[in-house]
């Protein structure tokens, strides 16, 4: 009987130490940042087929951005549910209130959509010229949300030049012929668009945070499936409500049954955009937001470089060194924080 008592301290201290153990190690934090430039460079793969390809003997252009929106949302809500059934992580919600979620959710949608209308106004360098700068809203967001969090001058360090290597790659090569950036209305329509977008990306990443640390202190565990799923159920319950205010889902149909070509491109865009939120969702619990959105900038130049070696285009000088400015930027700020710098 001793025995037995003396056995449940022992078994509660390995339950207590497993919870307060750190979630995210070097190599499981190796391996979801490479999981996620593998699974979005295939995913940039299928979005560029949907967005650029041609298709049926009209030459018809695939332009259902909501229903893409949907479509994603769909397949991500079906593998988190999966996961969490398979992994007996508990219920679906996590015991997280609606309101959380909706909220989360809602700011997902908003990046995804707001950057996408930003490009009807905005050349694409002038897109990507902003949206680098995303780490920044993200970081002050876990600062408004988490209020424990704290900016390091390594963390600082390390953001500024990981936007400043994504602007210096971008204009390495300066713009292209005709293109402008005369701050007209609808430059300045288009600008609106992308710091909305970025406003969106400031406040879900920390308020998944937020929503972990209200878990946790009520006692339950949030796993990245439990972000994949509710993000993306609310996510997709929003976007279906825009199909259906515009008619897309009744367009979406016809030009399917037109050109039936259509859907192995769609297969592919929702499976890779499925696998690939399997690891940013598992890097957000595990390291944080600005550990996701430092790992999908850098997912953005690995596409290129992907691109540049795969097609044999060329690549100058200073782009290189914006290349260098963005590998070296976590380096950085482990040297200035000691080696002790914070995943996220």
């Known amino acids: 009987m001793a025995a037995v008592k003396g056995a449940a301290p022992a078994e509660g201290k390995k339950v207590a130490q497993a919870y307060a153990a750190p979630e995210s190690s070097t190599g499981k934090m190796v391996f979801l940042m490479v999981g996620v430039w593998v699974s979005f460079t295939v995913f940039g793969w299928a979005t560029e087929a949907l967005t650029s390809k041609p298709y049926g003997s009209a030459n018809e252009k695939f332009h259902f951005t909501w229903s893409l929106v949907l479509l994603q949302s769909v397949g991500n809500s079906i593998v988190g549910a999966a996961m969490i059934y398979i992994t007996g992580a508990g219920s679906?919600?996590?015991?997280?209130?609606?309101?959380?979620?909706l909220i989360a959710g809602g700011a997902y949608l908003g990046a995804h959509k707001f950057g996408l209308l930003s490009l009807g106004y905005i050349i694409f360098p002038m897109q990507v010229l902003v949206k680098s700068c995303k780490a920044i809203p993200v970081m002050f967001g876990e600062v408004l949300f988490e209020r424990e969090v704290k900016i390091t001058t390594g963390k600082l360090v390390s953001v500024a030049m990981l936007c400043a290597g994504v602007v210096v790659f971008t204009f390495g090569k300066g713009s292209k012929k005709g293109e402008k950036?005369?701050?007209?209305?609808?430059?300045?329509?288009?600008?609106?668009?992308?710091?909305?977008?970025?406003?969106?990306?400031?406040?879900?990443?920390?308020?998944?945070?937020?929503?972990?640390?209200?878990?946790?202190a009520a006692g339950n565990h949030i796993t990245?499936?439990?972000?994949?799923?509710?993000?993306?159920?609310?996510?997709?319950?929003?976007?279906?409500?825009?199909?259906?205010?515009?008619?897309?889902?009744?367009?979406?149909?016809?030009?399917?049954?037109?050109?039936?070509?259509?859907?192995?491109?769609?297969a592919k865009f929702t499976l890779a955009m499925a696998v690939g939120n399997l690891f940013i969702f598992q890097l957000q619990s595990s390291a944080g937001a600005l550990a996701v959105t430092k790992t999908?900038?850098?997912?953005?130049?690995?596409?290129?470089?992907?691109?540049?070696?795969y097609f044999g285009h060329s690549m100058m000088p200073l782009q290189w060194a914006g290349v260098a400015m963005v590998f070296l930027s976590e380096p950085v700020n482990m040297m200035i924080s000691g080696g002790k710098a914070k995943a996220h």
Not at 239 to 257: I, M, S, T
Not at 296 to 309: A, E, G, H, P, Q
């Open 92 to 101: 679906l919600t996590g015991g997280v209130p609606a309101k959380d979620w």
């Open 224 to 266: 990245g499936y439990h972000n994949m799923f509710n993000m993306n159920i609310w996510q997709g319950v929003l976007a279906l409500g825009f199909c259906l205010f515009y008619g897309e889902l009744a367009k979406l149909a016809d030009f399917v049954a037109r050109n039936p070509s259509v859907l192995p491109d769609l």
């Open 296 to 309: 999908t900038t850098v997912r953005k130049l690995i596409s290129v470089l992907f691109s540049v070696w």
């Open 181 to 216: 950036f005369e701050l007209d209305d609808k430059m300045i329509t288009g600008l609106f668009f992308v710091l909305l977008a970025l406003l969106c990306d400031g406040v879900y990443g920390p308020y998944q945070n937020r929503i972990k640390t209200k878990a946790k």
